[in-house]
């Protein structure tokens, strides 16, 4: 297993840049995510280092090789295509003994490989089935036994578990990480789900118009956002506008419409200077309902309500604009309302980002 | 969208606006505006319908005041022109027979086709329709008896008839064949030039020889007749034309030239003017040529030097034929088509034939090159404006006489014989003719040869088997007749197949002749 | 599809096959079978095969078929694999001008080929000009290697519709099938053989079919080699022979079944539906942009096709312009009174309206009957549906004077076709149905190759949204398929405009004439006969060029056929 680095890679489709001088480093035996909105050009890297796509600019090593200018059959890494991309006239097997042909492996060899291939993605017995005889699982779950049965040097994944339904999605994803892990395999795997991207990667760049946002593990980038966007991508968050006043250390003291705010500031080497407009991002469930004490009190009126069984959404009208709040075992459902509502929030749960 | 599409649509119009900017006036109104119309099936080629297309319009609007549009119809060759008379007029005679039940044999005396005249071709052609019934008498014997005497329109001339005695069709032209050959190549070669049709079978010609294809056309196959008829006159001494041995060995010889000459064959054709055009493009060496297609290349690859195409008519060995016309039975036209014979025959019609383009009476682009069949026009007043002023046919023709008896019966046997012994068969014939002639030699020498005794072994066609046997076969009519002709040409086929390949063996182990 | 509608297009179609292709047909080669009293026999087809003669025709027709579809597919998959893959520059313009060989006018394009590659012909000119040659002793290039010149000839002039047939096929890929295999480790060779192949066989087998059966029955070709023992050439002398010989009509009929036979083959073993179960590809082709040498490299390879191919043009061209060409590269004096002449002759502007209303009537029928028959072979699934397949692509086979022999004695009055004679003679309607009779196959041909390559879920999702057959066929499949149907009308325009049998036989009056005959005309004048049937056939080329660009200029954008 290999170590994958992308050095400043720039990709430019005639007039429209896909990647702007992106940069990540993926360790062997990682598990690594790139995550984004449509377009942001995730997709782009993933063939970049494929070699599907040349960078305009940039090099791609896998450990100490530079292997940019190398064509994609020599590279070593198995791809899975977001349309499976399985081929009609190939049945299963013949389908996942593709790799193994090229490679010159002998028949039963190959044969031997392909039924443990097959049986690792739960697919044992159906090497003689044709391919529009399978369901978009089964589908899936060839591209990815196809991919794995050449023991590359990395796998990339290209939004593989997007034609799947959610239960389906749910297990895959465990299966894949799985594989991956049990493989020992260097994995990079291109999504827009953040969900996917949170449970299951070990680390995760946020991409926005061919830029990394932010890198970083899924905690990393939850609790700690670099960026107005990023804490947006990924899960919910309220985001309020404010003056910084005062720095101390990792925390800062922000003027609010809802009066003096204090949050932490995430971002590595950027000071807020006083009187600067900032963000703060506040995650629903940083918000605490109605207790009596606590940091960064604010008031508001309850404007709506969702009762989730396990958890109590409320939309509450404050100062600094409405905010989502999440409660969860909630042992009292409290109705929209003109009663006025407390809310707290403790410093280390409030970011303060550049606005 | 459309802006990209602009030029081109321009261009198609620049291209389309080419023909229309270009359209010459033409004194033939067009098809739907003129008040008669006259319909003639022809072989003749385009400058012939044109100049005479012209000229009858004129002569119509000036005797009438009408206007005239000739519609030409144009299937293709003489073979293409009967099929298609046949099928009109097979049709034709159905609709008849069917549409007036009890009175059938008179319907189809009245039913025609929709045409008024056939217009060109050969003799033989016209023979076969007129068999059927198919033609009128022509007016014109009636209203010009004095064109029909021997010095005007001779009844036969070379043998050839020139009118049907029962006015049925008359001649309007003559026509004689001949050998085009390029001098130029000729001259590289080292060979001398072709002077009769014997020429043509000698073997330094191998692979260089354009033969017309007489399965397709009656005139080509009366050629092929003729060349035999001038091997057996050789051999038939006067006051002795019962010998049947000298026919015998006239015939044999005969059937050999054209063996040989086929054997020299780079084709055979049915278009007339790929020949002459072949041979001045060097392609081929020499060939059969009628002679309007041969004198008007030569005047156009003389305009600027000396002509390297040469066309000749072989000493003694051709006869002088002409092309008829007749008015077809049922024609919807009939009186303007009788007009048109008239004309044609007349002082400016028959000018027309062979004045040189733009003089007084002559055609107005370019002349049709043939020659008129009124011998009394051929005149010292009249032959300056001749295109061809030295032809002279009526005093030219070289004394050949066409002998019916001799070998007119055998006509249609001699063109599938012909198809069976050297068309079918040209593979295997020009394999053993290269390997007999490798070693050099006259045709002489070579038939000498162990193998050329095989390729020239005509002991199953001799002439009286064909005359006696093959003659009846051909002319049956009944239920089996196609089966058994067909089977039996494909037997003389073998035949001959089977010569050929016996003697190129003999020729690939032997030596020298 | 709907199984009623399957069947009643079924019927429809055969009724009019029945109507106007195998009752002319018959009524021509029935003459082979029949004995003079009506009896069925079979003894002229023995005949046939017991003479060597008929039975080396036939094997050679069959080998220079084989030969020349071998040779069409070495030069076309190339050049449409190259236009796929690269895009190099001049590769819009070069991608138009090697479909130049459709547009070679009958008659004057084997003149113009033996003026370059006749004896004292431009090449011979050329080569001795350059002391390669002895003056004296010129080669006569026409006259060695017959067979293997024929199948030069033949692919030169049939790899237009290979190409354009693979090129639909190849547009209408998934790139991802391709970049899988890259990804595994295939390289672009092995690629080539494992999966683009194989993926593209529906357009290969397309183009594959007709132009076999096109080579197996041309006619052209081995007479300007005068190499007469083949098949075809056989049954055209046999059929003008005055002597009223069967043995035509039995060979005709043995060349219909031979091609049959081979077609329903071919389709068994490699016209199968492949894909169709893909979603649509997704926009970026996988194409690498080719600069400097590489990129030069290709249009250097479309060029020289293209010059090779163009040959024959070249040759009608300086024809057209020449006094007299003999023995020099290009004609010494050039002029153009050819054009005034030929072009201002009477017949040529009545003969190009007569041959754009023949050519776009038949054109017309044959997409709307293309489609229909498309849509039961490859969407339905009743059992005839092979049957009705191999019935559209025989009129290929039949040679063209056959059929048209067929309809003129059928179109007489009192016969079955006369309703086709319109008023005055005019056979407008006749023609429109005789080309369109012979040109289908074009359209099929190509209308099933895109239907087999694109997914039926996309027709499905338009019909569960509400769309009737007829507006998800107008809104889907035609759109999808748009390419593949360009490719079958372009080349049945083309070859409609071009058509020589139907049109010297049927168009008896000249104000009806299309422009084959205008030019079969002019051959016929005295003098100069040649150069004015090359100068309107270079007319007609000029003409039909500017067409299909333009028709290609609009394809392209929409479906990547020709990438302009």
Known sequence: ?355 | MMRRFLPILLLLAAVIAAPILLRRNSELAAAGHAQDRLVIITPHNETIRSEFGEAFAAHWKAKTGRTLYIDWRIPGGTSDITRVLNSSFEAAEALAKKQNPGHEAEAVKKSGVGMDLFFGGGEPDFAGQMSKDRFVELEVFKTHPEWFKEDVIPAKFTGENYYNPKHLWVGTCLSQMGICYNADSVRRLGILPPRRWADLADPAYAGYVALADPTKSGSVTRMFEMMIQEQMKKRIVKGKEDDEAAKEEGWKNGINLLQAMAANARYFTDAASKIPHDVAQGDALAGTCIDFYGRSYEEKLGRRGPTRLLWIPPLGGTSISVDPIAVLRGAPHSEIAQEFVTFVLSDAGQLLWNYKAGAPGGPRETSPRRLPVRRDLYTVKNLPWFSDPDALPYERSGGFEYDAALTNSAFNVLRQVYRAMCMDTHQEMKEAWDLMRRNGGTLEEIAATPAGKVFFDTSHLGYSHVMKELVPLVGRKDNMAKLDISREMARISGIFRENYKKAAAMAREGGRP | MNRGAAIGITAFVTALFAAFFIYPAISVIGEAFKTPDGKFTLDFVGDVFRNPVYREGLWNALALGVASTLATFAIAFPLSLLAYRYDFRGRGVLGVLILIPLVLPPFVGAIGIKHMLGVQGSLNALLIDLGAMNRNAPVDWLARGRFWGIVAMNALHLYPILYMNISAALSNLDPAMEQAAENLGCSPARRLWRITLPLAMPGIFAGAAIVFVWAFTELGVPLVFDYTRVAPVQVFDGIKDLTGNPAPYALVAIILVISALVFAITKALFGRQTSGAQPRPKGRGGEVKLTGLRGLGCAIIFGFVFLLAALPHAGVVLLSLSEDWYKTVTPVVLTFRHYVDALGSEIVVPSIKNSLLYASGATLIDLILGIAIAWVIVRSKIKGRSLLDALVMLPLAVPGLVLAFGYLALSEPGRPLNFLIGKDGNPAALLIVAYAVRRLPYVVRSAVAGLQQSNPALEEAARSLGAGAFRTLRRVSLPLIGANLAAGCILAFAFAMLEVSDSLILAKQTEHFPITKAIYTLLSSLGDGHELAAALGVWAMVFLAIAITGAAALVGKRGGLFRV
Not at chain 1, 306 to 331: A, C, F, K, M, W
């Open chain 1, 1 to 355: 297993m290999d170590a994958i680095r992308a050095d400043s890679i720039v990709k430019k489709f005639g007039q429209v840049t896909a990647l702007d001088g992106v940069s990540v480093e993926v360790a062997a035996g990682e598990l690594f995510f790139l995550l984004g909105a449509s377009g942001c050009g995730k997709t782009t890297l993933l063939r970049c280092i494929a070699g599907l796509e040349t960078p305009t600019s940039g090099h791609i090593f896998f450990g100490d090789r530079d292997v940019t200018q190398l064509p994609p059959h020599k590279r070593e890494a198995a791809m899975v295509f977001q349309s499976y991309a399985l081929w009609p006239h190939l049945n299963v097997e013949r389908n996942v003994a593709f790799g193994l042909e090229e490679r010159k492996v002998d028949k039963a060899e190959i044969r031997r490989r392909v039924g443990e291939a097959l049986e690792l993605v739960h697919l044992s017995g159906m090497g003689d089935r044709g391919i529009d005889q399978l369901s978009g699982g089964q589908q899936q779950r060839v591209a990815l036994a196809r991919a794995l049965v050449v023991r590359p040097k990395c796998l990339l994944l290209d939004e593989p578990l997007s034609n799947l339904d959610a239960k389906l999605r749910i297990e895959m994803r465990r299966e894949i990480r799985r594989i991956v892990k049990e493989g020992g395999l260097t994995g990079v795997y291109v999504t827009h789900d953040q969900e996917e991207a949170l449970s299951m990667a070990d680390r995760m760049a946020v991409l926005n118009k061919g830029r990394i946002e932010q890198l970083g593990t899924a905690e990393d980038v939850y609790r700690n956002p670099h960026t107005a966007f990023v804490s947006g991508f990924i899960g919910e968050t309220n985001l309020v506008k404010g003056k910084a006043l005062e720095v101390r250390g990792e925390f800062a003291m922000i003027e609010s419409a809802a009066g003096p705010l204090v949050g932490r500031v995430t971002r590595p080497e950027w000071v807020p200077a006083a009187g600067e407009e900032v963000i703060l991002s506040i995650r629903p469930e940083a918000w605490r309902v109605d207790s009596q004490s606590g940091e960064n009190p604010i008031t508001g009126k309850i404007i709506e309500r969702s009762y989730l069984g396990q958890r109590i959404q409320y939309l509450v009208d404050t100062p600094v604009g409405i905010q989502q709040v999440v409660e969860l075992n909630p042992h009292l459902v409290r109705e929209p309302g003109e009663t006025p509502l407390r809310l707290t929030a403790r410093h280390s749960d409030v970011a303060v980002l550049q606005a």
